[in-house]
């Protein structure tokens, strides 16, 4: 989609479209928008369009708040769930400061300069293909969220029909007016839980991808009479949701992971990146596994990965490798969960990666037995170390990684510790069913 100023401008006159929403994503991954109308497409489309940005979360203070966006003409598209009169479309856009620079807080700039990092390196493109899970559940009579799905079917079921799974047919259809490319749509492990797989396209593309598709399932299944979450782990004793992330390099049009005189047909940037990941893994989690939430995914037996390790099959591995080589060759991250901010999450594991391969690290022997079944003795004698069990492990381990700190730029790291800290402390503080339940009565 390559669109010129006067194409949209056009566009929006000829196809009758009335609002146009002008998105950008905060540091914590939620979208915002700013919705003008038609008559100021001219202005939006020059890079006239101010915001105050000291009401978003983590941007910048009162006395410094005027902001302009910048629209991304690539990403321009009509949102196809609204009435055929009167359409709304929407720009995504970057936020840049009022003397014509990008604001460094603004999470498309940190993946920006992340990509260009890998550019500096000779790699020039970054490909990375999400697999955000979530599910569906119904709504009472108010409207508000419950944890009742009303659908009985597990993993690649094929039941009837049910509510939960038209909807997910909606879901897939207008994406695909929206130019995504589905690969596949399944039902997930769990009772109501969902995946919607798209084309890998380059990183920036594809956390605008994932940015859109959170929208596309949230209004999709309101309009269903259902609530759709992206929380990591919203049932105890049932799989959690993750967002599994692929990943590959190319240079000169050709993926860098591919070796084929290797024994399993990857190449030393590929064992680098992996070795790359594992090494930063813990320290970037307070990026990938973003909420208090995100650590109830993270334990044994629900094919999350709790252990730092990798294989070239093993599911319980934190890192996997696809059966897939050539072109096709690429590492699979396990930890994400859709909660995170896309354009952080793929910035943090670009870098890791390339530190891997600037410093030429190595990673510890495949682990192909089931780590889960290990004992911790057998998983010491191994070398497999634990993910954080905790945000505010998390955070802790993230402000000890100095490439993670600085992938994220002061400003966004300062702004978002902050916060994170803020939400732990909100957790921590708070009396829970669970403790009164055990405790109340024997002591
Ligand atoms: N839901 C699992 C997770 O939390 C993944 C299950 C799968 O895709 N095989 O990561
Ligand atoms: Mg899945
Ligand atoms: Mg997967």
């Not at 940190?110 to 020039?124: E, S, T």
């Amino acid at each position: 989609h390559l669109h010129t100023k006067e194409d949209i401008i056009r566009i929006v006159r000829e196809e009758d479209i009335e609002f146009i929403r002008l998105q950008f994503t905060d540091i914590f991954g939620q979208l915002k928008n700013v919705a003008i109308t038609a008559s100021q497409i001219e202005k939006a489309v020059n890079n006239q369009c101010m915001f105050d940005g000291s009401s978003i979360d983590g941007f910048v203070r009162i006395d410094e708040s005027d902001q302009y966006l910048y629209p991304d003409l690539r990403t321009f598209r009509v949102f196809p769930w609204r009435p055929g009169h009167g359409k709304v479309a929407r720009l995504i856009c970057d936020v840049y400061n009022t003397d014509g620079t990008p604001f460094v807080g603004d999470p498309r700039d940190v993946l920006k300069r992340a990509i260009q990092k890998a550019r500096d390196m000779g790699f020039d493109t970054f490909n990375v293909g999400p697999e955000a899970e979530f599910f569906l559940f119904q709504t009472d009579d108010e409207g508000k969220p419950t944890t009742k799905t009303n659908d009985e079917a597990g993993y690649f079921d094929l039941g009837p029909l049910d509510h939960g799974e038209s909807t997910r047919r909606e879901i897939c259809m207008a994406l695909e007016q929206m130019d995504f490319e589905i690969e596949a749509s399944h039902h997930e492990c769990a009772q109501g839980q969902h995946e919607i797989d798209f084309k890998y396209a380059e990183a920036l593309h594809a956390a605008d991808n994932i940015m859109t598709f959170k929208l596309a399932v949230k209004t999709l299944a309101q309009k269903n009479g259902l609530h759709a979450t992206f929380m990591p782990k919203p049932i105890f004793g049932v799989a959690g949701s993750g967002m599994h992330t692929n990943m590959s390099l190319f240079r000169d049009g050709k993926n860098v992971f591919y070796d084929p005189n290797d024994e399993r047909g990857l190449s030393r940037e590929a064992y680098s990146f992996i070795a790359g990941l594992l090494r930063h893994v813990p320290g970037m989690a307070a990026i990938t596994n973003p909420l208090v939430n995100s650590y109830k995914r993270l334990v044994p037996g629900y094919e999350a990965p709790c252990y730092l390790a990798w294989s070239a099959s093993n599911r319980s591995a934190l890192i996997r490798i696809p059966a897939s080589r050539g072109q096709a060759t690429r590492v699979e991250l396990r930890s994400p969960d859709p909660s995170c901010n896309p354009y952080l999450a793929f910035a943090v594991c670009l870098t890791a990666g390339l530190d891997g391969i600037e410093k030429g690290l190595v990673p510890p022997a495949e682990i192909t037995q089931n780590i889960y079944a290990m004992d911790p003795a057998t998983r010491e004698a191994h070398g497999i170390a634990s993910l954080p069990g905790s945000l505010e492990e998390a955070i802790r381990l993230m402000e000890g990684d100095r490439l993670v700190l600085d992938t994220l730029g002061e400003h966004v790291a300062n702004n978002y510790i902050e916060g994170k800290k803020k939400e732990w402390d909100e957790y921590r503080t708070r009396v829970s069913s669970w403790e009164r339940e055990k405790y109340i009565i024997n002591y």
